[in-house]
């Protein structure tokens, strides 16, 4: 069982909801319902806050080894530098569409956008070069339907790009094709709106959808002749895991993935190892007594032998085992 060493709202008014957390070497951050970025130590003090104007932030990203990347409703991506503790660049979506997920790798980074329609060319999946920031490097606007809510770099080819939606289905890119038509690689249907997703293993994907179903689909290509391996469907998680939600799937970088769920009638939050492969399966739950209350787990990061986790309840909370 892990205990709560310690909790902060970090100046945060009441009845803020915390969305996000990311962390760039010692320093943290968080986006919150308020529009504000805040900056933190581990310790849960305070470094910096900023709150662009109209903005409505709704993602988050680590990005290089010194700055965060936002962006949200303005249509707006900004680089903020966590030495000069302001913004130091920013990248705009040409239609000024809400963003809605970011991803980043190197110098490249992913946006996708929310949808104000459903219909083809309605969304979009941008990637925008920092290094010429003057409009985007890549727009795939021809394979989903409804807003981006995952994007996600394939770790060791990077010139794969994953992009979750709601519309129910997972695209795979190389994003070293301008063509959309000859970027688009791989098409996941998990059937229900994308919650999460991303890469499991190099020929593995993962989706976690909106309404608590868990697939691992295969990434190979079939050869001719040889029916496609069917995704590991782990159907609804909340009996198994005996959760109200799931929030996401969290990777360690030498350690098992882990499912974090929480359940607000039992006011926990559950840490899950994903065992595995062949079959892949659930190990023990570590129990987060109290968690953040009633009010939902929005994120959580891992931390070594801790994590962080941040909710609707507006707190930071550092947990230890």
């Given at each position: 069982?892990?205990?709560?060493?310690g909790a902060s709202s970090l100046g945060t008014p009441p009845d803020t909801y915390l969305y996000a957390l990311a962390r760039v070497g010692d320093c943290l951050a968080t986006i919150g319902s308020d529009d504000a970025l805040r900056l933190f130590d581990p310790a849960l003090k305070p470094v910096a806050t900023a709150q662009p104007r109209n903005a409505g932030l709704s993602c988050l990203q680590a990005f290089s080894t010194s700055a965060f990347a936002t962006a949200g409703r303005d249509g707006v991506i900004r680089l903020w530098d966590t030495r000069a503790k302001q913004a130091a660049h920013h990248f705009s979506e040409p239609q000024g569409r809400s963003i809605s997920a970011l991803a980043s790798h190197e110098h490249i980074i992913a946006a996708g956008t929310e949808s104000n329609k459903e219909g083809l060319g309605d969304v979009s999946v941008l990637l925008y070069d920092t290094r010429h920031p003057a409009a985007p490097l890549r727009n795939y606007a021809e394979s989903h339907t409804d807003s981006i809510t995952q994007l996600a770099f394939?770790?060791?080819?990077?010139?794969?790009?994953?992009?979750?939606?709601?519309?129910?289905?997972?695209?795979?890119?190389?994003?070293?094709?301008?063509?959309?038509?000859?970027?688009?690689?791989?098409?996941?249907?998990?059937?229900?709106?994308?919650h999460c997703a991303g890469f499991l293993t190099p020929d593995q994907a993962y989706v976690l959808t909106t309404d608590e179903q868990f697939l691992i689909h295969p990434l190979q290509e079939p050869a001719e002749g040889v029916p496609p391996t069917p995704a590991v469907d782990f159907g609804d998680l909340r009996p198994k895991l005996d959760c109200m939600y799931a929030v996401d799937l969290l990777r360690q970088p030498d350690g098992q993935p882990v499912m974090a769920c929480g359940h607000t009638g039992q006011r926990t939050l559950s840490l899950v190892p994903l065992t595995g492969p062949e079959p892949w399966g659930f190990g023990g739950a570590l129990q987060l007594p109290g968690a953040h209350g009633e009010e939902v787990v929005?994120?959580?990061?891992?931390?070594?032998?801790?994590?962080?986790?941040c909710g609707e309840d507006g707190w930071v909370r550092v947990w230890r085992w």
């Amino acid at each position: 069982m892990a205990k709560q060493t310690g909790a902060s709202s970090l100046g945060t008014p009441p009845d803020t909801y915390l969305y996000a957390l990311a962390r760039v070497g010692d320093c943290l951050a968080t986006i919150g319902s308020d529009d504000a970025l805040r900056l933190f130590d581990p310790a849960l003090k305070p470094v910096a806050t900023a709150q662009p104007r109209n903005a409505g932030l709704s993602c988050l990203q680590a990005f290089s080894t010194s700055a965060f990347a936002t962006a949200g409703r303005d249509g707006v991506i900004r680089l903020w530098d966590t030495r000069a503790k302001q913004a130091a660049h920013h990248f705009s979506e040409p239609q000024g569409r809400s963003i809605s997920a970011l991803a980043s790798h190197e110098h490249i980074i992913a946006a996708g956008t929310e949808s104000n329609k459903e219909g083809l060319g309605d969304v979009s999946v941008l990637l925008y070069d920092t290094r010429h920031p003057a409009a985007p490097l890549r727009n795939y606007a021809e394979s989903h339907t409804d807003s981006i809510t995952q994007l996600a770099f394939h770790p060791s080819q990077p010139h794969v790009l994953l992009s979750g939606s709601t519309d129910g289905l997972v695209s795979l890119f190389d994003i070293n094709q301008a063509e959309e038509e000859d970027a688009l690689q791989q098409v996941l249907n998990p059937r229900s709106a994308v919650h999460c997703a991303g890469f499991l293993t190099p020929d593995q994907a993962y989706v976690l959808t909106t309404d608590e179903q868990f697939l691992i689909h295969p990434l190979q290509e079939p050869a001719e002749g040889v029916p496609p391996t069917p995704a590991v469907d782990f159907g609804d998680l909340r009996p198994k895991l005996d959760c109200m939600y799931a929030v996401d799937l969290l990777r360690q970088p030498d350690g098992q993935p882990v499912m974090a769920c929480g359940h607000t009638g039992q006011r926990t939050l559950s840490l899950v190892p994903l065992t595995g492969p062949e079959p892949w399966g659930f190990g023990g739950a570590l129990q987060l007594p109290g968690a953040h209350g009633e009010e939902v787990v929005r994120d959580v990061l891992l931390a070594g032998d801790g994590a962080f986790s941040c909710g609707e309840d507006g707190w930071v909370r550092v947990w230890r085992w």
